[in-house]
């Protein structure tokens, strides 16, 4: 490594909330198996960037995707300011002291944020660092980086999902350990061992060779060391370096050595949705004098944690504000002994003595013991049955089936999309959740309809009636039928289609059907005995005709007009009072299916993935 130059792409925190590429090119499509043995993106419209002594790379990094997306969808090189974007990841990462940054704290400035262009914050990297981070941010600033946001951002992992992140997005950031990087390709360790920290760079292409009788695959990324960083004695190498591009292998930094790759796309709602829905679970114990993403979790979790004296545990505050920073201080030490104390794990001694104060085993267990799924409510429990029962969750050898039908296979009771759900084992290979156990895939049905109706879904809103869920969960355009559904379901939980389904959660939706906003009188509303004698009459007497019209049409093989009307009113009024009886709305009802073969039914395609 060249001693000109400071790293300081700090590592991120595991953070089981995180939505691996490979879930996002699922739930779009996009074949994650398939590649081209070269793929290499065109990014000479770019200006190679130098953050000389200044452990800034993540901004660098950073700044240049952003360049990139932008070129691609205007078709214009805008210059972003990465000391801009730098600045805001300093002011949120709660270390400013350290040179570096948190490459997940810029991804989600990235997407709420976005980053200014140059030209309002000029990025000067020959400042001495105290300067280099004085920026104001004014409200110039704020509109020019609204501009250039990501919409947004999933992590790649694998050597599938680096390729796939280069076939779809053409670049994305990655942190890679620098060792020897005095030559190509670089090194994630020095040859005694060591290496010398961690390093953002932006990756923008692949190439599979063959070298020694096996495939390797050589990654090309765009450095921020300026031009000939590193030098070769190779003409192909020496050209790479005259613009600021190196190369790794993947064999000699897949285990450990890459981290954090972080590509940003726009992202199905329903995958938003799921991960926003996750508690989070703290990887690791935690002692005062840490840092980390984990550590900024725990001063949030804390600060909805209630203390013995009623308050907040965690109570730092700036000009009066709660602020969350990614150290362990005294105050978050202080936050923990409060947590401690009102959960009876102790209340007394120290750290070190009896554990008073730090993130040990037992109150790690008692962070992360907090339920996942919300409580159901008893009308919530009859709306996934419902669901159950049309998207048909049939056993073996029942209705048809006899191996039994895909959601009953699946443990998948409401037809639920894969999208990397934690609770789900894999993809069927057709789209849709298989999960361990029929408990695992009932409570991520009823997951995803408390997210809908508490208003935790960008996708359905808690004042969506019945029907207007439906026509987002089952769409017409995927051939399917939303208001027989939403009628079959609205009678099996004995609610309207008009009801708004915040008010089944709460459990507290009606079952008064309305049109036009008047209510139909159901059967059992009727309470005059002489209307009901009138009626069974009007419908005995009609039964008796058209059995006499059928009987004499079956003897002169004729079928007069007569006969069909008489016949059609007898079918008319039937249905007329069964739908009074059953409270129906006037609608076609769903027919189910006659199952021959066992296959699935064909007319129904679920949307569970929403």
Same mark, same amino acid.
């Not at 595991?14 to 290499?40: F, Q, S, Y």
């Not at 419209?45 to 990094?61: N, Y």
């Not at 001495?128 to 609204?146: G, Q, R």
């Given at each position: 490594? =060249?001693?000109?130059?400071?790293?300081?792409?700090?590592?991120?925190?595991? @953070?089981?909330?995180?939505?691996? +590429?490979?879930?996002?090119?699922?739930?779009?499509?996009?074949?994650?198996? #398939?590649?081209?043995? /070269?793929? &290499?993106?065109?990014?000479?419209? +770019?200006?190679?960037?130098?953050?000389? @002594? /200044? *452990?800034?790379?993540?901004?660098? =990094?950073?700044?240049?995707s952003a360049e990139f997306q932008n070129f691609v969808e205007t078709g214009k090189v805008v210059r972003l300011s990465k000391r801009g974007l730098y600045k805001l990841c300093k002011m949120q990462d709660g270390?400013?002291?350290?040179?570096?940054?948190?490459? !997940?704290?810029?991804?989600? &400035?990235?997407?709420? $944020?976005?980053?200014?262009?140059?030209?309002?914050?000029?990025?000067?990297?020959? +400042?001495?660092?105290?300067?280099? %981070?004085?920026?104001? &941010? $004014?409200?110039?600033?704020? #509109? =020019?980086?609204?501009?250039?946001?990501? /919409? *947004?951002?999933?992590?790649? $992992?694998?050597?599938?999902? %680096?390729?796939?992140?280069?076939?779809?997005?053409?670049?994305?950031?990655? #942190? %890679?350990?620098?060792?020897?990087?005095?030559?190509?390709?670089?090194?994630?360790t020095e040859a005694d061992g060591t290496f010398d920290g961690t390093h953002r760079i932006m990756v923008f292409g692949y190439e599979d060779v063959e070298e020694g009788g096996k495939t390797r695959t050589k990654v090309y990324f765009l450095n921020s060391w300026g031009l000939k960083w590193a030098k070769s004695k190779k003409s192909a190498d020496k050209k790479l370096l005259e613009k600021g591009i190196g190369y790794f292998y993947w064999d000699e930094f897949a285990a450990g050595w890459y981290r954090d790759g972080i590509v940003y796309l726009d992202m199905p709602n329903e995958i938003i949705d799921y991960a926003k829905a996750q508690t989070y679970i703290f990887p690791r114990q935690l002692d005062k004098g840490m840092d980390g993403t984990d550590v900024m979790e725990l001063q949030k979790r804390l600060a909805k944690e209630t203390a013995k004296d009623g308050l907040p545990c965690f109570r730092y505050k700036v000009n009066g504000v709660v602020s969350y920073t990614t150290y362990f201080g005294d105050y978050t030490e202080q936050a923990v002994q409060r947590y401690q104390a009102a959960k009876g794990i102790v209340s007394s001694g120290t750290p070190k003595t009896t554990g008073y104060g730090r993130v040990g085993a037992k109150t790690l267990a008692a962070l992360n013991s907090q339920p996942v799924t919300p409580t159901s409510t008893k009308l919530l429990d009859k709306w996934a049955d419902a669901i159950q029962s049309f998207e048909g969750w049939f056993p073996k050898g029942t209705n048809g089936y006899p191996n039994g039908?895909?959601?009953?296979?699946?443990?998948?009771? *409401?037809?639920?999309?894969?999208?990397?759900?934690?609770?789900?084992?894999?993809? @069927? *290979?057709?789209?849709?959740?298989?999960?361990?156990?029929?408990?695992?895939?009932?409570?991520?049905?009823?997951?995803?309809?408390? !997210?809908?109706?508490?208003?935790?879904?960008? &996708?359905?809103?808690?004042?969506?009636?019945?029907?207007?869920f439906y026509e987002k969960y089952a769409p017409t355009s995927d051939g399917n039928y939303p208001a027989s559904y939403a009628q079959a379901v609205a009678r099996m939980i004995g609610v309207s289609i008009n009801s708004k389904i915040k008010d089944i959660y709460a459990g507290t939706a009606t079952a008064a059907a309305t049109v036009a906003g008047a209510t139909i009188p159901s059967m059992k509303n009727i309470t005059s005995s002489a209307t009901k004698i009138v009626l069974l009459y009007i419908v005995g007497i009609l039964g008796l005709l058209a059995l006499a019209a059928g009987m004499y049409s079956i003897l002169t093989e004729t079928f007069s007009e007569a006969a069909k009307i008489v016949l059609a009113s007898f079918t008319g009024s039937v249905t007329f009072l069964l739908g009074y009886y059953f409270g129906y709305k006037g609608e076609q009802q769903p027919v189910t299916p006659v199952i021959e073969s066992g296959e699935e039914p064909a007319g129904h395609l679920p949307y569970g993935g929403k």
């Open positions: 490594m =060249s001693n000109k130059h400071r790293i300081g792409a700090l590592l991120n925190t595991e @953070d089981n909330r995180d939505i691996p +590429l490979a879930a996002v090119a699922r739930a779009i499509g996009v074949d994650t198996a #398939t590649h081209p043995k /070269k793929n &290499i993106t065109d990014i000479s419209m +770019l200006a190679v960037e130098d953050q000389e @002594d /200044k *452990g800034t790379c993540v901004g660098q =990094s950073e700044g240049k270390i400013p002291n350290e040179q570096g940054t948190y490459p !997940r704290i810029a991804a989600a &400035i990235k997407v709420s $944020t976005g980053i200014p262009r140059e030209a309002l914050v000029k990025d000067d990297n020959s +400042l001495p660092y105290a300067e280099y %981070l004085n920026v104001e &941010i $004014t409200n110039d600033f704020k #509109t =020019s980086a609204s501009e250039f946001r990501s /919409k *947004g951002y999933s992590f790649v $992992t694998t050597l599938d999902e %680096l390729k796939t992140a280069i076939d779809v997005t053409k670049v994305f950031n990655a #942190t %890679l350990f620098v060792g020897d990087w005095s030559t190509l390709p670089v090194k994630p039908s895909k959601s009953w296979r699946n443990n998948n009771p *409401g037809n639920i999309r894969f999208i990397g759900q934690k609770r789900a084992l894999r993809d @069927d *290979g057709t789209g849709f959740c298989v999960f361990a156990s029929y408990a695992d895939g009932r409570a991520e049905l009823i997951d995803l309809l408390v !997210r809908a109706a508490t208003g935790k879904s960008s &996708i359905y809103k808690p004042d969506d009636t019945l029907l207007q």
